[in-house]
């Protein structure tokens, strides 16, 4: 059964007022961003790292208390299960693991012990940038060859939109960012394009369609988001889904990765519509654009020898 969008059709207030709302939420990821910081995980910090598990059912905090007394500081505990935890430190103090050994009820165990160099943490979030990069300018490159330009900046500045929301959401919130959310905003850009793309293509069909401007650009617009609103939401749907069930049920380890992909699903959904499709508008597209590149394209073939 499909839905009906039709009411949609009318709807270029709610268009404009969701472009408006993500203009705030950029404006707040960016403070996020510039007074908070990011709380860079042990992949960038470097340090040292022991995972290790217990006999007897803690939880974070009882382990936490114990870990305290034994008089170390600068230390982040993080829950793997009941029994299974892992402790990182910027320096090594190996006080806090002789007292829990000492502790016969708990009967720790250490399954292993890493270190990595604050060099090598660097090479790491260098080499994850560089690769954030060279994913944003391919991406720039084939909006470029596939759309008409307001229709490529459209689906670029819902990109950016929705990589920094989602990095402003680990700033606020002080959430670790690891080699694992770096990876999942790689994701957020194939997403947040395919969305984007889908509302563009069917823009730039019905414009072609309409080359004599029998319909504004508004009802044009409002008329794609109506045909391609189901296709997105059901494709939404599914996805966050399947996400949200790697966020409950995966554990601390893929916390993070499904923390972002969560969130950047759906801004990206949002974005595909109020950026995606709004900003063209303001910035001209017409099918007038579309009629000039047809006739281009008709003189070409017939100059062809």
Known sequence: MMINFSW????????????????????SALLGIAYKGLNMGFDFTGGYLTEFTTSKVLTQSQLNDKISDSGITNYI???????????????????WLDSLEDNDELEVKVISSSYLGSQVGDELFEQGCLALFAAMVAVMMYLAVRFEWRLAIGAVVALLHDIIIVVGLFAWLGLEFNLTVLASLLAIIGYSLNDSIIVGDRVRELLRIDSNQQLSVDSVINNAIASTLTRTLITSGTTLATVASVWLLAGAPLEGFSIALFAGIVVGTLSSICIAAT????????????????DETSQALMDMP
Request: without cysteine.
């Open 8 to 27: 949609l059709k009318n709807g270029s207030h709610l268009r404009f007022v969701g472009l408006a709302f993500s203009v705030l939420l950029v404006i």
């Open 77 to 95: 505990l993080t829950a793997q299960s009941e029994q299974h935890f892992q402790l990182k430190q910027s320096e090594l103090q190996g006080q």
């Open 279 to 294: 900003l063209p508008q303001l910035l001209g597209l017409s099918a007038e654009n579309y009629k000039l590149k047809l």
